[in-house]
């Protein structure tokens, strides 16, 4: 509900056109992320165990 | 007044079928391998952490789905309560192959399936597939427009191939037993065999990196 007030979500999603490639503009978004967060797990440090 | 057959195995216990069962799973499943207390140094890495968190993230969907089943549609429809366990479920579904993903990367440029770890690669690759029917299905019992309109357009890409006959997507009563179901136990046993055979041969090391101590007393051969 609150992020239905924040954003108007009832209309039909937004998608990108690429050639043969259609893809919508949320799913874009998450397989971004997931490639962000690929990188960032394999280039942040881990954190150390106590002692 | 009947014999009793007191014939001794090596180890000094009887001939029974609960005996050789306990021995095999103990030489096969070492408690030490089943929960270690220390993990490689190499573990100590963020990419590592995807695995156990799809695993967090499979539980979440088992527990708000299970929710579901006990509620049913008209309360996931109508109630507040109802929307938010739903959203719950779609949710961390949504982390679970957000997780898997990530975890499935890491491990394809690791290369995991070295080191006699095949089998592993594919039992995850397996429940990959299978999460993906299952997440299909959950599409499909929604009991809502949606629902309706995805099932409709997946009868054709269906029947073209010719299962349409034994999985019927226009079916609801079907689809929603392949969902709660069918698919969850199948998930539930590729996941826990792929656990068992992480434990089994230990976690991958990365490239250049020694294997280590743990998988090589268990799997000379493997480091070899």
């Given amino acids: 509900m609150l992020t239905a ?3 108007d979500l009832n209309h039909p999603g937004y998608y990108l056109h690429w050639g043969v490639i259609q893809v919508s503009l949320a799913n874009a978004i998450v397989i971004l992320l997931m490639i962000v967060v690929f990188a960032a797990a394999i280039l942040l440090p881990f954190p150390r165990s106590r002692g | 007044m009947a014999s009793i057959d007191v014939r001794q195995t090596p180890d000094g216990t009887e001939p029974t ?3 050789a069962l306990r021995r095999r799973l103990v030489a096969s499943l070492p408690p030490d391998q089943l929960l270690p207390d220390r993990q490689p140094a190499y573990v100590a890495s963020w990419i590592y952490v995807f695995g156990v968190a799809t695993l967090a993230a499979l539980l979440a969907v088992i527990v708000t789905g299970t929710i579901l089943v006990l509620e049913g549609p008209i309360w996931w429809h109508t109630s507040t309560v109802g929307h938010f366990v739903n959203s ?4 961390s579904v949504e982390l679970f192959f957000f997780c898997m993903v990530v975890h499935l990367w890491g491990k394809f440029f690791m290369a995991a399936w070295r080191g006699r770890r095949a089998l592993t690669w ?5 429940a990959f597939v299978g999460s993906i029917g299952t997440a299909f299905t959950g599409y499909l019992v929604q009991t809502n427009f949606d629902s309706q309109w995805i099932s409709t357009q997946a009868k054709d890409g269906l029947n073209s191939v010719g299962i349409g006959a034994w999985f019927n997507v226009l079916n ?12 969850p136990l199948i998930i539930g046993v590729l ?3 792929h656990i068992l055979l992480v434990r089994r041969r230990g976690v991958v ?3 250049g990196a020694a294997e280590s101590v743990q998988a090589a007393e268990a799997e000379p051969e493997a480091t070899a």
């Fill in chain 1, 5 to 7: 007030g924040l954003i």
């Fill in chain 2, 191 to 193: 996941t826990i065999w």
């Fill in chain 2, 122 to 126: 594919m039992i995850g690759a397996l």
């Fill in chain 2, 88 to 91: 719950l479920h779609l949710w």
């Fill in chain 2, 205 to 207: 090391p990365p490239f």
């Fill in chain 2, 172 to 183: 609801t009563g079907q689809m929603l037993l392949w969902h709660v179901m069918l698919l």
């Fill in chain 2, 17 to 19: 079928w609960t005996g």
